[in-house]
């Protein structure tokens, strides 16, 4: 059974740094895509990184020049590095990734992890 087991998150002041990671665990062939989305009350799920298998890279602009994604060199775990974090950043913090599991052959799902809650205040 595969999961993702995310860690970090918290409470920060504003102007403060975070840091989160998340983890693939379980029976898989590879992992694509790894992201991180994120839902504030009251709206929608939202992509605020991903880093494909190799290296690159997309931002949502509300964090480009403050967030940093990576991944471990086996590509298993992705980080979110958060930097001058603001209010508006607050929300639950969600881990994606695109794995692929034998069933015959290889096939590739989408599979989230619980959450981290990410609070800043002013």
């Known amino acids: 059974q595969v999961q993702l087991v995310e860690s970090g998150g918290g409470l920060v002041q504003a102007g403060g740094s975070l840091s989160l990671s998340c983890a693939a665990s379980?029976?898989?062939?590879?992992?694509?895509?790894m992201g991180w989305y994120r839902q504030a009350p009251g709206k929608q799920r939202e992509l605020v990184a991903a880093?494909?298998?190799?290296?690159?890279?997309n931002y949502a602009d509300s964090v480009k020049g403050r967030f940093t994604i990576s991944r471990d060199n086996a590509g298993n775990t992705v980080y979110l590095q958060m930097n001058s974090l603001k209010p508006e950043d607050t929300a639950v913090y969600y881990c994606?990734?695109?794995?692929?599991?034998?069933?015959?052959?290889?096939?590739?799902?989408?599979?989230w992890g619980q959450g981290t809650q990410v609070t800043v205040s002013s």
């Open positions: 880093i494909t298998s190799s290296g690159s890279t």
């Open positions: 379980g029976s898989f062939f590879s992992i694509n895509t």
């Open positions: 994606n990734a695109d794995i692929g599991v034998f069933q015959l052959t290889v096939v590739f799902n989408s599979y």
